[in-house]
């Protein structure tokens, strides 16, 4: 999974598609390790906008509390955008809405981690 990261302001903004899943989980994950290196206190803010994604299944969301721990641990800040419903269901269902600070939509994300 290919990962091309947009500049918005100093916040870094990644937007993966379709699915992460069994097949998809290592090739995310390997694309978004080098993102979470910078995204620590003094860093760029990641801004992660779902809305290409249809599906995630528990080894994404495994991925993404590996993550989510780093970059924590780190002082940094990344956020959830824009939901598909099914996915949006999945966080739900798992619990892991609080886990993450999810937004309707890109811009309301960008809004609250650039406040």
Do not use: N, W
Request: charged content about 20%; overall charge negative.
């Amino acid at each position: 999974m290919e990962l091309q990261p947009i500049q918005e302001g100093r916040t870094i903004v990644l937007s993966p598609t379709g699915r992460i899943d069994h097949t998809h989980a290592d090739a995310f994950k390997l694309a978004l390790d080098p993102h979470l290196a910078d995204c620590r206190k003094d860093g760029a803010p990641l801004v992660l906008d779902f809305s290409g994604v249809d599906y995630i299944s528990s080894i994404g969301l495994r991925a993404l509390m590996v993550a989510v721990k780093q970059v924590k641990a780190q002082g940094g800040r990344m956020v959830l955008a824009a939901l598909q419903p099914l996915v949006h269901e999945v966080f739900t269902i798992s619990r892991f809405d609080l886990l993450f600070e999810i937004f309707p939509d890109r811009v309301s994300a960008l809004a609250a981690v650039a406040a």
